[in-house]
């Protein structure tokens, strides 16, 4: 293992923590915490969602964190408040686990951009 992976895995425990502190459960894996992400950012609050809605969040979630590097832009939020992305540039094709730490990278960044905390 690398020392950058280590580094992510080191950040990333950090991370959890922190969520389990502010939420008073820690999120599983990063799934988990797309969908506390895709929540957050509908602003909905947090409620029953159907399996549907759980998969949009998740992806809204996806797009919001690589949205930080330029991959997408919001383009619209819908009349039930729902916000959709618009895709600025392909995304390099990467194995399950280089889209994992792509994906815990910009998670990352999103925590320390829109909470202005630092996770190091």
Not at 20 to 36: C, M, R, T, W, Y
Not at 68 to 84: K, M, T
Not at 90 to 102: A, G, S, T
């Amino acid at each position: 293992m690398f020392k950058k992976d280590l580094d992510l895995d080191k950040r990333w425990s950090k991370l959890l923590i922190g969520l389990q502190d502010l939420i008073g459960k820690k999120p599983s894996d990063l799934n988990g915490v797309l969908f506390l992400i895709g929540v957050q950012e509908l602003g909905q609050g947090n409620r029953t969602f159907t399996k549907e809605q759980k998969q949009d969040l998740m992806h809204i979630a996806v797009c919001k964190v690589l949205s930080l590097a330029g991959f997408y832009d919001l383009d619209y939020i819908d009349q039930d408040g729902w916000p959709h992305w618009k895709l600025l540039k392909k995304l390099p094709h990467f194995d399950i686990l280089e889209q994992e730490k792509l994906l815990k990278l910009h998670v990352i960044e999103y925590f320390e951009q829109e909470f202005e905390i630092e996770i190091k």
